[in-house]
């Protein structure tokens, strides 16, 4: 990355839900309350992706972004219910999300990031559904893929492609398994997507 930003991790405490592990001294309390609140995706049932990575954004005080990296875990909770997640939320100034993505974008494997050239919504289409706040749904078959990087390294191109007044606003969340608040450009397994998807990614 280009440079280091304040950051929080978070995780599952045995009887007391999600809290800190860590947090970066510069982050205000309201910062931290904004981070606690909404770094969660909205919908739970997550065991079954155990072990997968994924990204989304949340928008916080002072003109900033958090960028939400999510690794579903092992771990289960005091009653033995599983999907409980591990977080790495970095607070990026708006005006670099578009830098962050980008050096993000380069970290995932190679060969996500040349397929996912193939998977570009039409620009118009995607302004105008971003302008308006209506998610752009990218599906793949969650069970043909060995992991979900082919539709983060999508997602992300298709992100970078916006005009940077649009995507300081936009949201993104790489999985999710409602369309409820799911974000602007989102990734939805198709076993979980009951509609047609505006992007479908091609896996053979």
């Not at 708006?94 to 995932?108: H, K, P």
């Not at 793949?140 to 300081?168: H, K, M, T």
């Amino acid at each position: 990355m280009r440079r280091s930003f304040p950051y929080a991790i978070i995780s599952a405490k045995p009887k007391r839900g999600y809290g800190f592990d860590e947090v970066s001294p510069e982050l205000d309390a309201t910062s931290r309350e904004a981070l606690r609140q909404n770094w969660s995706p909205p919908e739970q049932g997550l065991a079954q992706f155990t072990g997968t990575d994924f990204i989304r954004t949340i928008h916080l005080p002072h003109n900033q972004i958090g960028w939400v990296q999510i690794r579903v875990t092992s771990e289960r909770d005091e009653i033995g219910r599983g999907g409980l997640m591990w977080a790495r939320i970095t607070v990026v100034p708006r005006s670099q999300i578009g830098n962050y993505a980008e050096d993000y974008l380069a970290t995932l494997p190679p060969s996500a990031r040349n397929v996912s050239k193939r998977y570009l919504p039409g620009t118009i289409g995607l302004y105008w559904r971003t302008f308006w706040n209506a998610s752009t749904i990218f599906t793949a078959p969650r069970s043909s893929i060995a992991d979900w990087s082919l539709v983060e390294a999508s997602i992300l191109r298709s992100f970078l492609i916006l005009p940077s007044f649009i995507r300081e606003s936009a949201t993104i969340s790489t999985l999710v398994l409602s369309t409820k608040d799911a974000g602007t450009l989102v990734g939805i397994p198709t076993e979980y997507l009951h509609g047609k998807a505006h992007v479908t990614l091609c896996t053979r």
